[in-house]
């Protein structure tokens, strides 16, 4: 039996205890015993179908309401547009958007390993590996906002040894404060083709509002992936998520799950961050996604290491700003490691 969570509309002025009420629709295969049930031991025909059968029947056949939200997917490209290059033999720098809150780096040595480092204005250190053997335009966040962001790239000369091939330091000015959190990039790659896409489109088609979206698209997941305990066993370093392979083999890991889910979020227009890092003492990741009239909702989507849930969503509806901070707290349990 699945548990299907929905978002609530309630008013400014209802207090959080009537705000964190969940309503949770348990659904049935068909609502009634299965067809080995209906037949008695004298070995009689299944029973007519009852009438809450045939009212479940026809409802399920019933065409989708469309709701009042725009569904239309908005799906941003970033552009190497050759502004503002740095280069040299072994890589390319673009950094003609940078306040969208992207960079664009393109390997072009020869090396069969190369590593690229980000160090942002909070001096945390962001690792990825880069496309080697054919010269890719990769596309990286910046996620801290304004200030000085260090790019370095290494190409590997043996074991865990590095050399530094470029460097370049970057004064950024951020514009577009969502950006970041709104372009594709190297860990959520999605374009308007992708099947992501498409399938958020269908499922944003009967909502209403950002936090009917960010519902279906969580009942969308838990109904549908299965976690991938094989691959999480054997997943090497510098793994990269496949969004639309998610959605065809309808299984994947965590980081998976993270990139799918911030993939069809984005592409509805809902600034969507995937953050790894500490919920207490546990190693945690979880999904924060920008509400209207709300703001940033740290934690709004959380994995346990086991499982997803969906942080209790029916505060939801324009919760003033202090009941939500006393519902998900000051921030000091969740301490983020890395955002993409």
Same mark, same amino acid.
């Given at each position: 039996?699945?548990?299907?969570?929905?978002?609530? %509309?309630?008013?400014?002025?209802?207090?959080? !205890?009537? +705000?964190?009420?969940?309503?949770?629709?348990?659904?049935?295969?068909?609502?009634?015993?299965?067809?080995?049930?209906?037949?008695?031991?004298?070995?009689?025909? &299944?029973?007519?179908?009852?009438?809450?059968?045939?009212?479940?029947?026809?409802?399920? $056949?019933?065409?989708?309401?469309?709701?009042?939200?725009?569904?239309?997917?908005?799906?941003?490209?970033?552009? $190497?547009?050759?502004?503002?290059?740095?280069?040299?033999?072994?890589?390319?720098?673009?950094?003609?958007?940078?306040?969208?809150?992207?960079?664009?780096?393109? *390997?072009?040595?020869?090396?069969?390993?190369?590593?690229?480092?980000?160090?942002? &204005?909070?001096?945390?250190?962001?690792?990825?590996?880069? +496309?080697?053997?054919?010269?890719?335009?990769?596309?990286? &966040?910046?996620?801290?906002?304004?200030?000085?962001?260090? /790019?370095? @790239?290494?190409?590997?000369?043996?074991? +865990?040894?590095?050399?530094?091939?470029?460097?370049?330091?970057?004064? /950024?000015?951020?514009?577009?404060?969502?950006?970041?959190?709104?372009?594709? %990039?190297?860990?959520?790659?999605?374009?308007?083709?992708?099947?992501?896409?498409?399938?958020?489109?269908?499922?944003?088609?009967?909502?209403?509002? =950002?936090?009917?979206?960010?519902?279906? @698209?969580?009942?969308?997941?838990?109904?549908?992936?299965?976690?991938?305990?094989?691959?999480?066993?054997?997943?090497?370093?510098?793994?990269? &998520?496949?969004?639309?392979?998610?959605?065809?083999?309808? +299984?994947?890991?965590?980081?998976?799950?993270?990139? !799918?889910?911030?993939?069809?979020?984005?592409?509805?227009?809902?600034?969507?961050?995937?953050?790894?890092?500490?919920?207490?003492?546990? *190693?945690?990741? #979880?999904?924060?996604?920008?509400?209207? =009239?709300?703001? #940033?909702?740290?934690?709004?989507?959380?994995?346990?290491?086991? =499982?997803?849930?969906?942080?209790?969503?029916?505060? $939801?509806?324009?919760?003033?700003?202090?009941? !939500?901070? =006393?519902?998900?707290?000051?921030?000091?349990? *969740?301490?983020?490691?890395?955002?993409?």
């Amino acid at each position: 039996m699945s548990k299907k969570y929905i978002f609530m %509309n309630i008013g400014k002025k209802i207090s959080i !205890l009537a +705000t964190l009420t969940t309503a949770i629709l348990s659904i049935s295969s068909c609502g009634s015993k299965s067809q080995a049930e209906s037949f008695s031991a004298a070995g009689k025909t &299944p029973s007519a179908p009852t009438q809450k059968q045939e009212v479940e029947e026809v409802a399920q $056949a019933a065409p989708r309401e469309k709701g009042s939200r725009d569904n239309t997917p908005v799906c941003l490209v970033p552009e $190497a547009s050759g502004v503002t290059v740095y280069e040299n033999e072994y890589a390319s720098l673009d950094a003609s958007n940078t306040s969208e809150g992207y960079l664009i780096i393109k *390997y072009t040595g020869s090396s069969g390993k190369v590593k690229l480092q980000i160090t942002g &204005p909070n001096s945390i250190t962001y690792t990825y590996n880069l +496309t080697v053997g054919t010269p890719t335009n990769e596309v990286f &966040p910046l996620q801290w906002g304004d200030g000085e962001y260090l /790019v370095n @790239v290494f190409e590997q000369l043996e074991g +865990t040894q590095y050399t530094t091939v470029f460097s370049q330091l970057l004064d /950024v000015t951020i514009t577009n404060e969502f950006g970041a959190f709104l372009y594709p %990039n190297q860990y959520c790659q999605f374009s308007a083709d992708s099947l992501a896409v498409k399938k958020a489109t269908d499922l944003a088609y009967v909502c209403n509002n =950002d936090l009917d979206v960010v519902s279906e @698209v969580y009942n969308y997941m838990i109904e549908n992936i299965k976690y991938d305990y094989e691959e999480a066993e054997t997943v090497q370093s510098g793994y990269l &998520p496949n969004v639309d392979e998610v959605i065809t083999t309808k +299984t994947g890991i965590c980081l998976d799950y993270s990139a !799918l889910m911030c993939s069809m979020l984005r592409s509805q227009r809902i600034p969507t961050r995937m953050e790894i890092g500490y919920a207490g003492t546990a *190693y945690h990741a #979880w999904i924060s996604t920008y509400i209207k =009239d709300i703001g #940033w909702v740290n934690g709004m989507i959380q994995f346990d290491g086991k =499982d997803w849930s969906l942080m209790d969503p029916t505060f $939801a509806s324009n919760t003033e700003e202090k009941s !939500l901070r =006393d519902f998900i707290g000051d921030g000091e349990n *969740y301490s983020v490691k890395y955002i993409y």
